[in-house]
């Protein structure tokens, strides 16, 4: 048989073997409809198989895809006493594989998909920080080495493909998911993306190329739902969609995305899931996708509520571009939906086709399951956590330092350490996180510790979300007594096993006694901080003692109200494993800050949007009771020295647009120095401003950036090439074309200070 002979191209393969499948076979290649976890069980006698997985592949006549086989956290519920220890991931594996192989008539291999959106979602898999903290480092090129390490995890326990939140823009940060998102701007989310596929997958010239599937999610505009809400409506239209919550999907496509998940959210009326316009006349048509469209949890029977039935429903999303589901029925019911003529079994033949490159592509075919048994799986190097550790470094974000109060002096006598976010180390690791190991990763406490040669006092002084107060009067002694007090306080996503999940797992917080008010299901209608936090700051400034806030969150909270009262604030997002290390060296000085903000920090929830990309308007709109900017605007950030920007130019200040069309690019020059005292990274930012355009513009866009590390005194030359990508809009036929014009480029170290040259684009 020519799809068992590995010298042949894959896609004579994949014809081979499609030729050879029933429609119910074939409608079994595309089903993921069971819980990874509900595969197996723990006996006295190792890890078995369950009659709940039989049941599947007996179903199915084979299984397209088995989800979160390694998952480990409330939800699933699956913990070290009951879940698969880590160096017997790959036989648990094999044995999926060696199962469905005998008992299949094809045997075709199952494709272990798995969650990896901050760190693979497994027991003893590295937690990273989340993707808000991702996007502050504002450095692709240490993330691509993180998630490179990332998918060796994956990849050593057997499993194939990784899911990973790339594609949602912060759009409103009342939504709990904003600690997924890069960033409110699609440029530098793009760049991420790119270095997120780069990472997991590899490079086509490496020698294990691909290392996993990248499967991006969630296309698309999942980000600007109403109100903030997860899965809300999504009210824009194609303009917008095409300039903010695209650019991600095509960039990821443009580095080799092997996958992508379809969102939750309508667009225009139109869901995701049956939206044939965007999966598949942009995704494929447009922009040449090859790879899978997986379907998110459910989504599909979502569908009901427009097509009456789940054959219809199935069918629906089938046609509009969804190859792979994810736990529903819709997709099992394919079959019959052919029978009754809702669906051609050529929309079927295309999907499948689709799941069987890949499964070429990953080497499944052709691995002899039974060999590899016997391999012990190690997760965790040595390397990585260096790794990691230099990502949660570059991932704080300075906001405020009055009277360079930071860095600490190592000899500070006494430093009182307070707020329920200190010493909780599941508070700074984010959602889809695993249940921890004991004494694995350092809470912010215990990065002070480490660093500081005085004496570190504690005290929780309140919860994130509770309203008592009973723990003030400790925690205001200690300041009274101390020298400096570093409050850590913010938000958590973490889960615990009191809380209720929904059928997808996003969480149900409502009236549940958890801190959690961050993460999937956890949306917010006030960004102000939880319980009583702001009343405890106010209390600690009261004692004259200088305050130091660390905020420990997922999304950008209002903190308008404390500013005042704090000497010093950090951001420090969720900064994983290794944060409480990170802290501690940015606190005491080891390591000077150099995030960057990738989302503007609003002065109050009545403010949203606050994005700093929003529409030129020809009059200054204003609020009477309230500034309209942000509090901290995107890319803002400071450090313990100071950079001067000099003698920015653009050799060429004239070009056409024949020759931009053609291809030509215009360099862009700045001298940046050094101007303090001690070494850091700064962020060069370039931002452009259409003046003169057929439909409205932005104030400005980000259109390029660059990190690097200057000594004191020390002077570099950045350079930008722009082209016609940077300059070109979409006009009001819906063409993506240059028009003629005056530009503004911008240059410098943040949105509010850059030096501003001009360009102009002729005819």
Known sequence: MKYKDSRLPINERVEDLLEQMTLEEKVGQLNQKMYGWNAYMKTENGIELTEAFKEHVALGKGMGALYGLFRSDPWSAVTYENGIPTEDNVKVSNMIQQYVKEHTRLGIPVLLSEECPHGHQALDGTVIPTNIGVGSTWNPELMEKAYKHVALEIQLRGAHVGLISTLDLLRD??????????????????????????GLQGRPDEEEYPRIAAVLKHFAAQGAGEGGLNAGTVAIGER??????????????????????????????????????????????????????????????????????????????????????????????????????????????????????????????????????????????????????????????????????????????????????????????????????????????????????GNVSFAKGCSVRGTSKEGFEEAIQLAREADVVVAVIGGSSARNFDINFDINGAAIVSGNPSDMDCGEGVDVADL?????????????????????????????????????????????WYPGQEGGTAIGEVIFGDVNPSGKLPVSIPRSSAQLPVYYNAKELSSQ??????????????????????????????????????????????????????????????????????????????????????????????????????????????????????????????????LESTIQLELTVLE
């Open 173 to 198: 940060s009342r939504w709990g998911r904003s600690e997924e998102c890069y960033s409110e701007d699609p440029y530098l989310a793009s760049n991420m993306t790119k270095a997120a596929v780069t």
């Open 240 to 453: 917008e969609l095409r300039e903010i919550h695209l650019p991600g999907m095509k960039a990821g496509v443009e580095a080799g995305a092997l996958g992508c998940m379809a969102a939750y959210n309508e667009i225009d009326g139109v869901p995701c899931h049956a939206n044939a316009r965007l999966l598949t006349e942009i995704l494929r048509a447009e922009w040449g996708f090859k790879g899978i469209v997986m379907a998110d949890g459910t989504a599909v029977d979502r569908l009901n509520m427009m097509t009456g039935s789940y054959e219809k429903s199935g069918a629906l999303a089938l046609q509009s571009g969804v190859d792979l589901s994810l736990w529903d029925v819709s997709f099992t019911q394919l079959a019959g939906a052919v029978k009754k003529g809702f669906v051609e079994e050529q929309y079927v033949d295309e999907a499948v086709r689709r799941v069987l490159t890949l499964k070429f592509s990953l080497g499944l075919m052709d691995q002899t399951f039974s060999e590899m048994n016997n391999k012990k799986v190690v997760v965790g190097s040595d390397e990585f956590k260096k790794v990691n550790l230099q990502v949660a470094r570059e991932s704080i974000v300075l906001l405020k330092n009055q009277d360079q109060i930071l860095p600490l002096n190592k000899k500070t006598k006494k430093i009182a350490v307070v707020g329920p976010n200190a010493d909780q180390i599941y508070h700074q690791l984010g959602d889809y996180t695993a249940i921890q190991a004991p004494n694995k990763g350092k809470t912010i406490l215990e990065g002070i510790i480490d660093q500081s040669e």
């Open 528 to 572: 102000s901080l939880g319980g009583v936090q702001e009343k405890l700051i106010y209390e600690l400034s009261q004692t004259g003692t200088p305050v130091i806030a660390v905020l420990i969150q997922g999304r950008p909270h209002a903190i308008s109200s404390i500013l005042e009262h704090c000497q010093a604030i950090i951001c420090g």
């Open 621 to 750: 709109l204003r609020y009477l009771d309230m500034e309209r900017a942000p509090l901290f605007s995107f890319g803002f950030g400071l450090s313990y020295t100071s950079f001067t920007y000099q003698r920015a130019y653009l050799p060429e200040d004239k070009l056409t647009v024949k020759e931009l069309n053609n291809g030509k690019r215009i360099p862009v020059y700045v001298d940046i120095i050094n101007s303090g005292t001690v070494e850091g990274a700064e962020v060069v930012q370039l931002y452009l401003k259409d003046v003169e355009a057929s439909v409205t513009r932005r104030t400005k866009v980000l259109r390029g950036f660059k990190k690097l590390l200057l000594s004191p005194g020390e002077r570099k030359t950045v350079s930008f090439d722009i082209g016609k990508e940077d300059l070109s809009l979409w006009n009001q036929q819906m063409n993506e074309v240059v028009e003629p014009g005056v530009f503004h480029v911008m240059i410098g170290g943040s």
